[in-house]
């Protein structure tokens, strides 16, 4: 088992630096569509993966960007993430305490503070939506019953997949955070592998798509 998780006012926010307005607020914002496909990796499959963790358990795996929820014996789904950049990465065991559906976002305030030092004025609160960075859904990790302030959440920034971009918290493309807040329940076990080996010793192998399972479903 993991030891204890060291969180940090620094490692709160959830946006990557793209997301960051320069000289206007949020609620001033002009989206822009940016027209980038998905590597082909990073694209939501049924996979065949042994483990020794329960079925509904989420191992992610920070150092080559996937996020697994594991179904049953020998599969699970595999959705393609962004993580934190360096220096906001982190391991450990935590669960899921609260899930929102298209939820609103609190910048800590020490964030607030560096970025208008910055020049970047950030909302105190950015109520949901599809300018919000925590996209569609968001679930939220707790540890020892506290909130630790990452999450699994959604971006309006699909082009970050599959990069360090994030201040720590785990980011999907909307449509696959939707996918799995409908699966994973409050109290979900969520083992986080990255620096610091906060996660302790797991067990698993992605044997690669369920080409059956993938055609045939079930």
Known sequence: MAGAIFFTAQNASAIGPAALHAERPASDVTLVVQRKELPEKYKRRV???STTEKPGTIIVDTNNKFLYYIEGPNRATRYGIGVGRDGFGWSGVVNVGRKAEWPSWTPPAEMRARERRAGRILPAVQEGGIDNPLGARALYLYKGGRD???RIHGTNQPWTIGLNMSSGCIRMMNKDVEHLYARADIGTRVIVIG????????DYEDRGIDIFRTIFGG
């Open 148 to 150: 630790t302030i990452f």
């Open 47 to 49: 996979v065949r993966f």
């Open 195 to 202: 620096p610091g080996n906060r996660h302790g010793k797991v």
